[in-house]
């Protein structure tokens, strides 16, 4: 294998914004792959499920050994995910010359992005109202609570899959809208990294079944994700959870205009 440093360092650094927000992964090394490295966006979703993959293993195990993973809460999204992941691999194998031309993955990571940014800046009143509807009508939400989180589940299991955007960001804003009482900061990214987990795994063993997982690739990034998601998990709890969510929102809506410019 030849060893790439930049590479290495840019799994090394949106590793650690995974590990310290639960958020950034496929949203920052996604476009990274693609704008700067060059490398073709197909192949850039598939190695970087498989990279998100194992690199969240260390940061769950962390968040685990806290109790700041709710489990519960990760099997009834993953009931929705997993299933949506595995229906659009389908597609994406019997449709094969539509969803995996690079014009589309592009076009698809640039609209994620645009979705993903504008739920972090509005997570806040997305619980806001979530914890309205918890306290006023006890009863009615927590029967919706179940069906809602499967499907919140199926709607990320396709947009993961299709590019790799959506398991944190959008991961979060449901799940303080759904649990505005029961999630605080710790337990949200703790959560959102448990289920990220089999969500990711699935989604990439399907796209290297495909054949869009670069090896080499993959094996850079984790030299440097792996410390990265540790190291940021280690120091989540003392991190400003709300700036950075703001500075990695902006960058996100940034970045969503260049990659729709890109393809027009």
């Not at 914890?131 to 006023?136: F, S």
Request: hydrophobic residues 55%; aromatic residues 4%; positive net charge.
């Amino acid at each position: 294998m030849h060893f790439h440093g930049l590479t290495a360092l840019a799994g090394l650094l949106v590793g650690l914004v995974v590990g310290l927000t639960g958020v950034g992964g496929g949203a920052l090394m996604t476009p990274v792959l693609v704008l700067l490295f060059g490398v073709a966006p197909h192949m850039a979703v598939g190695t970087d499920l498989l990279n998100a993959s194992i690199t969240k293993m260390f940061g769950t195990v962390v968040h685990a050994r806290r109790h700041t993973v709710d489990w519960q809460v990760v099997r009834r999204l993953a009931l929705g995910s997993l299933p949506g992941a595995l229906l659009t691999l389908v597609w994406m194998g019997t449709t094969r010359s539509v969803p995996l031309k690079d014009s589309f993955i592009t076009v698809a990571v640039g609209w994620a992005l645009l979705i993903t940014a504008a739920g972090m800046l509005l997570r806040a009143r997305f619980q806001g109202v979530g914890r309205q509807l918890r306290l006023g009508q006890p009863q009615r939400f927590k029967r919706a609570q179940l069906l809602l989180t499967i499907l919140a589940g199926v709607t990320l299991g396709v947009l993961v899959t299709l590019t790799s955007i959506g398991a944190g960001a959008l991961g979060t804003v449901a799940l303080v809208y759904l649990y505005p009482l029961r999630m605080d900061s710790n337990k949200l990214v703790g959560t959102d990294l448990a289920h990220a987990i089999p969500l990711a795994l699935v989604a990439g063993l399907g796209h290297l079944r495909i054949g869009n997982v670069d090896y080499a690739l993959l094996l850079n990034l984790l030299l440097g994700s792996a410390p990265g998601v540790l190291l940021g998990s280690v120091i989540s709890s003392r991190a400003p959870q709300a700036f950075l969510r703001v500075a990695i929102a902006l960058v996100l809506g940034a970045v969503a205009i260049r990659m729709l410019v890109h393809t027009a």
